[in-house]
């Protein structure tokens, strides 16, 4: 079974553009996440997808962060413009369902903001 | 303060010895409790469920104890291959998602 995909695996980018990271979630997974984490912290939740509605983004600094999952299926998260404190790892995962605490991870993208 | 604290570590124990974790967790509405696993520079993976009841699988032992709201892992018999950070997880406090702590990092040496 193919796991979760993202991209790109790295991007290096300039304070105050833009960029944009990709997820294909596991076929069937109806719960998708995203999370953030920063180097020495644990992932931190951004955003919860249920098919193509969202559940939670009470954690998305939505004044720079956006997440769409127009068809239900592969996300986008994009940040525009960057900070330099978003340098992470941008965590895409997810789950059968909405209330499964197992929750598969995709390898995630590793943005640096310079 | 942070909802789920771990001592980062590192642990730096030789093959073969017992090492054991701690987490502690303050939302008291948290339902249930695991472990998940990160090599270096990889993604988190499940690692175990924590019951209250205690949980062993192989080598691996995890313990809840609601009253004080405290986690523990043991580890017996390291093996170099256990070297990674381990992440402790509450899961179900708001809108039933994981909050994950800071990770403690394990080092086995030869």
């Known amino acids: 079974e193919a796991g979760v995909a993202q991209s790109p695996r790295y991007k290096i980018i300039e304070k105050r553009q833009s960029v944009a990271f990709w997820c294909n979630p596991i076929s069937g997974h109806a719960t998708l996440y995203w999370y953030q984490q920063i180097l020495g912290q644990g992932p931190k939740l951004l955003i919860q997808?249920?098919?193509?509605?969202?559940?939670?983004d009470s954690q998305l600094p939505k004044d720079r962060f956006s997440a769409e999952r127009l068809k239900g299926v592969d996300s986008t998260l994009k940040i525009q413009p960057a900070k330099l404190e978003d340098s992470a790892v941008y965590l895409c995962a997810s789950s059968l369902v909405g209330d499964s605490y197992e929750q598969y991870f995709g390898p995630g993208t590793r943005l640096t903001v310079t | 303060r942070k909802e789920v604290e771990q001592d980062p570590g590192p642990f730096n124990v030789p093959e073969g010895a017992t090492v054991a974790f701690n987490c502690t967790y303050s939302n008291s509405a948290s339902q249930s409790f695991f472990w998940y696993r990160q090599d270096c520079r990889k993604e988190p993976k499940l690692l175990m469920s924590v019951y209250s009841s205690g949980n062993e699988d192989g080598r691996f032992t995890a313990q809840l104890n609601r009253a004080s709201q405290y986690i523990s892992l043991l580890i017996r018999d390291s093996k170099l291959s256990d070297s990674a950070t381990y992440l402790c997880v509450a899961f179900g406090d708001a809108g039933n998602m994981l909050t994950f702590g800071g990770g403690t990092r394990l080092m086995v040496k030869p």
């Open positions: 997808f249920q098919n193509n509605g969202v559940v939670d």
